[in-house]
């Protein structure tokens, strides 16, 4: 591929500058457009050869994921990563500190916009399926609700997910008749949590059907909700609690927060019951009529207390 790149990329366009400069040329009055056309294609043959012929690479040794590009390489302990992802300009591996993308494994433009399963969807299924062991927690084997990661391309599932707690809990808060589900802005805005590196999204399955979903990052949990047919089966409590415990893993964090509609008066009681405590701190909700909105907040139970 050197070669090819040197003597297309090169050594063609140069030996037809030279035949335009000295004259001899068999195209007539038409030099300088074939020079013009000689020395585009030479410059896609470097561009392309130095993107994907120098030989890029994606290897996984251990718990490290090294990501190689011409003059590039990135190197991720997989406990550190947070987001897999195939794209058109390569397979996206990210922590909440960096990403790279992996030149060697891209997918099609349209593939991405059909959704067609490509190689690209396979090694990231498998890499996924590596990084897994990482971040999901322990699961009693006798409890029936199983907890697995959300993958971005599953804004659908979620949203529906999402509408079938809201409708089911807050009905007297956003009547229905009169603010009609958003699920469009819904939708959009799973889309970019799924793809947000600073963000985590567990789906808990019943029987292998999801029943719920709850994404944390950044000391906060963000969204946890539970699907009307699965309320009151443990399932929140085996979201939040993973949650938490991610969360928590930090020891430098001492702290983690929510917010709950102030009129969601059973989700506030499911939180305080649990640990969580009201921090006095209020803000108007994003959709309408923007009820407001409370924060709460848990300490971190593994942080040893200082005495008095």
Not at 16 to 28: D, N
Not at 47 to 52: D, E, P, S, T
């Given at each position: 591929?050197?070669?090819?790149?040197?003597?297309?990329?090169?050594?063609?366009?140069?030996a037809?500058?030279?035949?335009?400069?000295?004259?001899?040329?068999?195209?007539?009055g038409?030099?300088?457009?074939?020079?013009?056309?000689?020395?585009?294609?030479?410059?896609?043959?470097?561009?392309?050869?130095?993107?994907?012929?120098?030989?890029?690479?994606?290897?996984?040794?251990?718990?490290?994921?090294?990501?190689?590009?011409?003059?590039?390489?990135?190197?991720?302990?997989?406990?550190?990563?947070?987001?897999i992802?195939?794209?058109?300009?390569?397979?996206l591996?990210?922590?909440?500190?960096?990403?790279?993308?992996?030149?060697?494994?891209?997918?099609?433009?349209?593939?991405?916009?059909?959704?067609?399963?490509?190689?690209?969807?396979?090694?990231?299924?498998?890499?996924?399926?590596?990084?897994?062991?990482?971040?999901?927690?322990?699961?009693?084997?006798?409890?029936?609700?199983?907890?697995?990661?959300?993958?971005?391309?599953?804004e659908e599932?979620?949203t529906?997910?999402?509408?079938?707690?809201?409708?089911?809990?807050?009905?007297?808060?956003?009547?229905?008749?009169?603010?009609?589900?958003?699920?469009?802005?819904?939708?959009?805005?799973?889309?970019?949590?799924?793809?947000?590196?600073?963000?985590?999204?567990?789906?808990?399955?019943?029987?292998?059907?999801?029943?719920?979903?709850?994404?944390?990052?950044?000391?906060?949990?963000?969204?946890?909700?539970?699907?009307?047919?699965?309320?009151?089966?443990?399932?929140?409590?085996?979201?939040?609690?993973?949650?938490?415990?991610e969360?928590?893993?930090?020891?430098?964090?001492?702290?983690?927060?929510?917010?709950?509609?102030?009129?969601?008066?059973?989700?506030?009681?499911?939180?305080?019951?649990?640990?969580?405590?009201?921090?006095?701190?209020?803000?108007?909700?994003?959709?309408?009529?923007?009820?407001?909105?409370?924060?709460?907040?848990?300490?971190?139970?593994?942080?040893?207390?200082?005495?008095?």
């Open positions: 591929m050197v070669v090819l790149m040197v003597i297309v990329g090169l050594a063609i366009p140069a037809a500058a030279i035949s335009l400069v000295t004259g001899v040329t068999a195209f007539g038409q030099q300088l457009p074939v020079l013009a056309i000689i020395c585009g294609l030479a410059v896609l043959v470097l561009v392309f050869g130095w993107r994907l012929g120098l030989h890029p690479r994606l290897i996984r040794s251990g718990d490290d994921v090294e990501v190689i590009n011409p003059f590039h390489r990135h190197r991720f302990d997989l406990a550190d990563v947070t987001l992802r195939p794209g058109g300009d390569g397979l591996i990210a922590t909440p500190q960096d990403q790279a993308e992996a030149w060697c494994i891209q997918k099609s433009t349209t593939a991405l916009r059909s959704g067609r399963q490509t190689r690209a969807d396979r090694i990231s299924d498998e890499l996924r399926s590596v990084w897994d062991r990482y971040h999901l927690p322990d699961q009693d084997p006798r409890s029936p609700v199983r907890l697995r990661f959300g993958r971005p391309g599953e599932l979620l529906g997910l999402e509408q079938s707690a809201s409708l089911s809990r807050l009905g007297h808060i956003f009547p229905p008749e009169q603010h009609p589900y958003p699920t469009d802005q819904v939708r959009l805005r799973w889309q970019a949590v799924l793809d947000d590196r600073r963000r985590m999204t567990l789906v808990a399955e019943v029987g292998g059907e999801p029943a719920g979903y709850a994404c944390y990052g950044e000391q906060t949990i963000h969204h946890l909700g539970v699907a009307e047919q699965f309320q009151r089966q443990g399932v929140g409590t085996a979201l939040l609690s993973a949650a938490e415990d969360l928590f893993a930090d020891p430098a964090t001492t702290q983690i927060g929510l917010w709950v509609l102030e009129a969601n008066h059973s989700a506030r009681t499911f939180y305080s019951e649990l640990g969580w405590t009201e921090a006095g701190e209020s803000r108007a909700a994003e959709f309408p009529p923007y009820p407001t909105e409370i924060r709460m907040t848990r300490r971190n139970p593994h942080l040893a207390r200082r005495g008095r």
